[in-house]
């Protein structure tokens, strides 16, 4: 099958029957799926969980353990589940928060996303709890976001 003309960052090769049909068999393999966590690296893994369950109201959920590092798991009802981990020491991954010299660029990175009931309330909690903000209305005037940094940035 040859794909169509779709620009000039397309290719023009042909696609193999066995390509495709790969492709569909692992879209059905993948039926059913949906995200089960995501995980944090932290090197205060308690001061992390204290943020989320006091800015986010997550709820810290029974954690099996992992004998020589400590992991916290939190839970966002109904069902999103947060995994701080504590970070090793021997890690050279840099650590927030996050130099940004232009907080417009934010929306561009990468980020976890939220929805919140009552958007005005929560960006004012976020004020009163001294977190500092970013928000910014998409030109469709209905979608609105606030950006903030949890304490590891």
């Not at 995501?38 to 959920?61: C, H, P, T, W």
């Not at 660029?105 to 004020?127: C, D, M, W």
Request: glycine share 6%.
């Amino acid at each position: 099958l040859k794909s169509s003309s779709c620009g000039p960052l397309c290719s023009s090769r042909l696609f193999r029957p066995s390509a495709i049909s790969h492709s569909l068999s692992l879209m059905a393999a993948a039926e059913g799926a949906r995200l089960h966590h995501i995980a944090r690296e932290s090197a205060d893994v308690k001061r992390l969980a204290a943020f989320y369950q006091e800015v986010l109201g997550f709820e810290r959920i029974e954690t099996p353990k992992f004998g020589e590092f400590e992991v916290i798991w939190l839970r966002l009802p109904p069902s999103f589940s947060l995994h701080l981990i504590e970070k090793d020491p021997r890690s050279k991954l840099p650590e927030g928060p996050s130099a940004v010299a232009d907080p417009s660029a934010l929306p561009r990175g990468h980020h976890i996303s939220f929805a919140v009931s009552n958007y005005e309330t929560f960006v004012q909690t976020l004020k009163e709890k001294g977190i500092k903000t970013f928000e910014k209305t998409q030109p469709d005037g209905k979608t609105k976001q606030v950006f903030f940094f949890d304490p590891d940035g």
